[in-house]
């Protein structure tokens, strides 16, 4: 799930490009366990960190961990990987060692799975189209021209013998998408687009089937949160926004509803899948199923997937969890920010919805990549 550009990005005040400013600089501490507020570390987590070494595995000893370098290559996560039995609080603290991460101001925000209604034919209420993936949308890699603009990445169409804008959110919603396959049709545009907004989710057919649907790539366009629209035309107070508060307006509002949806520019289209394990999420980018509270969406310029990372979140839903890095958000980004994955259903809903604080990050490095590192380093950006 390219997490997932996420729902409680709704909530960021400041507009979001696919053209993201540099990574800031890095500085990684060592500390211990202890110092590691409220430390635990769940039956779950260790799952999670499980699925990331099946990937893993599959890579050479020398293929990169990737970020800013600090976590070495995949040779350096094999005894780790090897030893991911038995008690999971036991393991991560035999097996690595705690690092601070600093760099800039923490910010933690979360994101959920969810559900939208969907028919195979466009009929009664369902006429929204979900598209799949164009066949004339190009994704380019800016890292493979540019080694500075790794995990960067553009999408438009090629026009003759140059790369274009790939039409926005209001052009689709005027002429459609000719060279999408339609998926199916729902009957709520405005579900649908929250359900963009995290990038996957489930859908439940008028037949009482259900699958999932994950991110298959994007039209490349401006991100806009549009919290910040409707606190900007006073629509909202910048003290109410949240995810629910958004929903309501859009929903009070119909008139201005499409309206305000489209100064969010971006649009995602979709890829189908078998539903599988309930009790996990959509695969994120690492290629994995997302579990509830021990998956992380991060900013993979700067850390590496398959990393894990213990979360102390504060504000008014405090979480303190360990969670492996399974996910990337085109709006997440820099050291000190990462995107929790709650799960599906209501209260996973509310909770990601609900949460935007700050707090403290560390990444658990395994001990002989440490013993590399020392007390302390530096990653420039």
């Not at 003290?239 to 201005?256: G, T, Y």
């Not at 969406?297 to 213990?310: K, S």
Request: hydrophobic share 40%; charged share 20%; glycine share 12%.
């Amino acid at each position: 799930m390219k997490a997932r550009l996420l729902a409680v990005l709704l909530l960021a005040v400041a507009a979001c490009t696919s053209r993201p400013p540099s990574p800031e600089g890095l500085r990684l501490t060592r500390t211990a366990f202890a110092q590691l507020p409220q430390w635990n570390a769940s039956g779950a987590a260790l799952q999670s960190f499980q699925r990331s070494c099946a990937v893993l595995a599959a890579k050479p000893d020398t293929a990169p961990m990737g970020g800013a370098g600090y976590a070495g290559t995949v040779a350096d996560w094999r005894v780790a990987c090897a030893g991911a039995t038995g008690d999971a609080r036991a393991f991560f603290e035999r097996t690595f060692t705690p690092y601070a991460v600093q760099g800039a101001d923490a910010l933690f925000t979360g994101y959920y799975e969810p559900e939208i209604r969907g028919s195979r034919s466009r009929q009664g209420a369902f006429q929204t189209p979900v598209y799949g993936a164009p066949s004339d949308l190009v994704r380019a890699d800016l890292g493979l021209f540019n080694t500075k603009l790794q995990g960067e990445h553009i999408s438009g169409r090629v026009d003759g013998h140059a790369l274009v804008p790939y039409a926005d959110r209001a052009e689709i919603g005027v002429s459609g998408v000719p060279t999408a396959p339609v998926l199916f049709y729902t009957d709520d545009p405005i579900a649908f687009f929250f359900l963009q907004i995290q990038g996957s989710g489930r859908v439940v057919f008028d037949d009482g089937s259900s699958a999932r649907i994950g991110y298959a790539g994007d039209n490349g366009q401006a991100y806009t949160a549009i919290g910040r629209t409707l606190i900007a035309d006073g629509s909202l107070k910048r003290e109410d926004v949240s995810l629910q508060s958004i929903r309501a307006w859009l929903k009070a509002n119909p008139d201005r509803a499409r309206a305000v949806m489209e100064t969010n520019r971006s649009y995602i289209f979709f890829a189908e899948a078998p539903v599988g394990d309930t009790a996990l999420g959509p695969k994120g980018s690492l290629g994995v199923n997302l579990t509830p509270l021990a998956s992380l969406a991060m900013d993979p310029r700067i850390h590496a997937l398959g990393a894990p990372f213990y979360v102390a979140a504060e504000g008014a839903d405090p979480v303190h969890t360990l969670a492996v890095a399974q996910d990337i958000g085109g709006v997440i980004r820099g050291p000190v920010r990462g995107d929790i994955f709650f799960g599906y259903g209501p209260e996973a809903e509310r909770r990601a919805g609900a949460m935007k604080g700050t707090g403290a990050l560390y990444v658990l490095l395994p001990n002989a990549l440490a013993a590399k590192i020392g007390n302390s380093h530096v990653y420039p950006p």
